[in-house]
């Protein structure tokens, strides 16, 4: 049995494992959970279903999509085919769209049920980013600084969400984590882009790297770490002791700073240790959010 007639099942499953990057698979089911657990301080069948979408279906429909409208850049890029994300045959183009569609869909009925009118609109704000940073007419990927920006609200967008669906208080300090939040998006996207300058240019594909230069970028990579760490300041005790977290990306991109668009493949070292990076901080903020909770139960 073939899918499609011509590409194995097993090899399309495994190409849609790859392109739905699971290395980052909870950098956005985390921020759901963590935000909705610590607000209603139970688990119910909206944390386990919101948990699950964030994880695998959000993850596939947001990596599917870019590597099926980025295939003539990643033919390009030495990077793609691992953690890094999938060079999709070409033949799993529509597979990759239509298995993304119908995987989030019964996800996203579940919680349109069981949300209110305010978390419907975020849903399908963080929905319309991810589909609308790669595909087209809108193709936000191609817009120097949107591309940074859109790329942000893929990551924080999950955390408004869980905080909208579990009813949460608004206040400024928690208004503060969201924006620390998206800077470190913000950043992270930017510095991710400047190892791709190369093949984005070879395949006639604009980002923040190719307008800015690789050296600018990463420079403002930099600034927006910075941003963020210095903005974790303004947040309700532990959250301050966050603006350490910092420093470890600060420490990662620093190196680069002075990469010329002609060197910027050498970014892929930063990059590399940048995926790791990710698992620290996941679990330090873990150690403070349990904090926090305990702080906050009484």
């Not at 955390?159 to 998006?185: C, D, N």
């Amino acid at each position: 049995m073939s899918l499609d007639g011509r590409v194995g099942a097993a090899s399309a499953l495994r190409q849609l494992v790859i392109a739905s990057r699971p290395v980052s698979w909870v950098n956005t089911a985390y921020p759901f959970a963590a935000a909705y657990l610590l607000t209603t301080r139970d688990i119910d069948a909206s944390l386990i279903v919101g948990t699950v979408f964030f994880l695998i279906p959000y993850n596939l429909a947001m990596y599917g999509i870019n590597d099926v409208f980025d295939y003539e850049s990643d033919l390009r890029n030495p990077r793609k085919g691992g953690a890094h994300g999938a060079v999709l045959d070409v033949r799993l183009h529509r597979t990759t769209l239509w298995t993304a569609g119908l995987l989030c869909l019964p996800f996203v009925v579940f919680l349109v049920v069981a949300g209110s009118p305010w978390s419907w609109v975020v849903l399908a704000a963080s929905l319309f980013f991810v589909v609308a940073y790669s595909a087209p007419p809108l193709r936000f990927k191609e817009v120097p600084f949107a591309d940074s920006v859109c790329s942000s609200i893929h990551f924080f967008s999950p955390a408004v969400y869980g905080l909208v669906l579990a009813g949460a208080a608004w206040r400024w300090q928690l208004a503060a984590v969201i924006l620390a939040f998206a800077l470190w998006g913000v950043a992270s996207h930017a510095f991710g882009a400047v190892q791709d300058v190369a093949a984005d240019r070879a395949a006639g594909i604009r980002s923040i790297a190719t307008q800015q230069g690789a050296r600018w970028t990463v420079r403002f990579a930099l600034a927006c770490y910075a941003a963020s760490g210095l903005v974790m300041l303004a947040t309700a005790w532990p959250g301050p002791l966050a603006a350490l977290l910092a420093v470890p990306y600060i420490a990662t991109v620093w190196p680069f700073r002075a990469v010329t668009d002609a060197t910027a493949q050498e970014a892929v070292r930063g990059w590399r240790r940048f995926l790791w990076l990710n698992q620290f901080t996941g679990f330090a903020v873990t150690l403070l959010l349990i904090w926090w909770w305990l702080l906050t139960s009484a």
